[in-house]
Nanobody
Framework: QVQLVESGGGLVQPGGSLRLSCATS????????IGWFRQAPGKEREAVAS????????LYAASVEGRFTIARDNAKNTVVLQMNSLEPEDTAIYYC??????????????????WGQGTQVTVSS
């Protein structure tokens, strides 16, 4: 069955970095766009970044542009989110999700059908 499993979250000081991984199984990753989303306490879930099935189309939320980088390794069935210059406002549960087949991804969560269970990221001194 389709599965997405996030890892790499944790506690980091402001200005620090984390690298999140999304391990996928049950489908051919190379055919699908993948998105990262996050949900902070008391807030709605929001899009963070997405990457198209061909790896050439990436999109970022304005709040993370220039600090976060999304990349994919289809051979390893993994999509990563490199997060630099982290801020307390980045504290949230981070989720990866599968987009439509042969899609460019996108930042609308309605395009995504399967979701991981999330990994907690806490940015605090």
């Amino acid at each position: 069955q389709v599965q997405l499993v996030e890892s790499g979250g944790g506690l980091v000081q402001p200005g620090g970095s984390l690298r999140l991984s999304c391990a996928t199984s049950g489908f051919t990753l190379a055919f699908y766009g993948i998105g990262w989303f996050r949900q902070a306490p008391g807030k709605e879930r929001e899009a963070v970044a997405s990457i198209g099935f061909n790896g050439r189309n990436t999109l970022y939320a304005a709040s993370v542009e220039g600090r976060f980088t999304i990349a994919r390794d289809n051979a390893k069935n993994t999509v990563v989110l490199q997060m630099n210059s982290l801020e307390p406002e980045d504290t949230a549960i981070y989720y990866c999700a599968r987009g439509p087949k042969f899609s460019s991804g996108g930042l609308s969560e309605t395009r995504y059908d399967y979701w991981g269970q999330g990994t907690q990221v806490t940015v605090s001194s």
